[in-house]
């Protein structure tokens, strides 16, 4: 856990430079990436560092400024819906009709280490309360 506090402390010192994210790299292709669901405004993918038997990071392919849930703006409105409807139809592709988590990481505090905002889908298994 002090490795993934640490992770997001230093993440947070380059939050708003405006320097490409991995997830950015990802979405050129210059990273590769296990896609499980892709369409205009979001990109699906499995964790190379899975906390679940399934762990998928949904991305919107567009940062706009949306490095953190806490900056949302009203223009982002139908993206962050789309986010969790994305998350719905990946859930059901996966077979997690009987429940999983989305967990958004917000901030240094959240342990947001990547600042293009995310979620994380987690499934697969009986999911723990409280989480952490």
Request: charged residues 25%; negative net charge.
């Given at each position: 856990?002090?490795?993934?506090?640490?992770?997001?402390?230093?993440?947070?010192?380059?939050?708003?430079?405006?320097?490409?994210?991995?997830?950015?790299?990802?979405?050129?292709?210059?990273?590769?990436?296990?896609?499980?669901?892709?369409?205009?405004?979001?990109?699906?993918?499995?964790?190379?560092?899975?906390?679940?038997?399934?762990?998928?990071?949904?991305?919107?392919?567009?940062?706009?400024?949306?490095?953190?849930?806490?900056?949302?703006?009203?223009?982002?409105?139908?993206?962050?819906?789309?986010?969790?409807?994305?998350?719905?139809?990946?859930?059901?592709?996966?077979?997690?009709?009987?429940?999983?988590?989305?967990v958004i990481n917000d901030g240094p505090n959240g342990c947001q280490s990547v600042y293009?905002?995310?979620?994380?889908?987690?499934?697969?298994?009986?999911?723990?309360?409280?989480?952490?």
């Open positions: 856990m002090a490795d993934e506090e640490a992770a997001a402390q230093a993440a947070a010192s380059l939050q708003d430079t405006g320097a490409p994210t991995v997830f950015d790299k990802v979405l050129k292709k210059e990273i590769p990436s296990t896609a499980v669901y892709e369409d205009d405004l979001v990109y699906a993918f499995r964790d190379i560092s899975p906390q679940a038997p399934v762990h998928i990071l949904i991305i919107p392919k567009h940062r706009d400024g949306l490095t953190q849930l806490i900056k949302a703006e009203e223009r982002h409105k139908e993206v962050l819906g789309h986010l969790l409807y994305a998350a719905k139809l990946i859930a059901v592709q996966e077979g997690l009709e009987d429940g999983y988590r989305l293009h905002l995310h979620v994380h889908l987690l499934g697969g298994r009986q999911m723990r309360w409280p989480p952490g």
